[in-house]
């Protein structure tokens, strides 16, 4: 595992906000909830949707094409989308003064 920093900063994504972005040849999801940042596996099981592009729904995550749905905290597929299997979690942190975010892949 190696840390990155990312090209976007902690200060301009507000919370609910779902990015896609690439680390070092890896896609993540990044996003906020409740005011904490998540960084998630960026695409899905089923079919490679880009879950960055997916949106935050009772603190889960949803693919953007077929619903597929993932517990932000834990990546843990929900059984009610049997279509989809767990995703990886990785390691995301924000310098308070800077904004800045390093993530572990
Ligand atoms: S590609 Fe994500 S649910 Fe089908």
Request: aromatic letters at 6%.
């Amino acid at each position: 595992m190696a840390e990155y920093k990312l090209d976007i900063n902690r200060k301009d994504m507000n919370d609910g906000d779902v990015r896609s972005v690439d680390v070092a040849g890896t896609k993540i999801a990044l996003l906020v909830m409740d005011g904490t940042l998540y960084a998630l596996q960026g695409y899905c099981t089923h079919e490679q949707g880009v879950l960055g592009d997916g949106y935050i729904d009772n603190k889960e995550l949803v693919c953007p094409m077929h619903g597929g749905a993932f517990d932000i905290a834990t990546g843990k597929a929900n059984e009610n989308t049997s279509w989809v299997t767990d995703i990886s979690t990785y390691s995301v942190k924000a310098d308070d003064i800077t904004g800045d975010i390093t993530v572990e892949i």
